[in-house]
């Protein structure tokens, strides 16, 4: 089964700085595209950013300028980069992907939580 595991979240205050990781149990070059969503208590689940294969990236307006997303195909892992924290940033974040392979598919991590307050 391919896995995907989040870790990084954690209490930051408000401008602070968080990097999330996501670890895949397989060739991160066998997806063609990775992102990030997040999804706070009572809300709808929320693009975050994704990355292609190519290495385009795209973010949400909210975070534009503030986040940041990654891939390290060496060490299977997608990064985001959470500068410039606001209490809104506060959620669950999922890391998914989808494959070449199995592109109608999306796979999913268990979530990291983040939490930004003063």
């Known amino acids: 089964q391919v896995q995907l595991v989040e870790s990084g979240g954690g209490l930051a205050q408000p401008g602070g700085s968080l990097r999330l990781s996501c670890a895949a149990s397989i060739t991160t070059s066998t997806f063609y595209d990775m992102g990030w969503y997040r999804q706070a208590p009572g809300n709808q689940r929320e693009m975050v950013a994704t990355i292609t294969s190519d290495g385009t990236a795209s973010y949400a307006d909210s975070v534009k300028g503030r986040f940041a997303i990654s891939r390290d195909n060496a060490k299977n892992t997608v990064y985001l980069q959470m500068n410039s924290l606001k209490p809104e940033d506060t959620g669950v974040y999922y890391c998914?992907?989808?494959?070449?392979?199995?592109?109608?598919?999306?796979?999913w991590g268990q979530g990291t939580q983040v939490t930004v307050s003063p």
């Open positions: 998914k992907g989808r494959r070449y392979s199995t592109s109608s598919y999306a796979y």
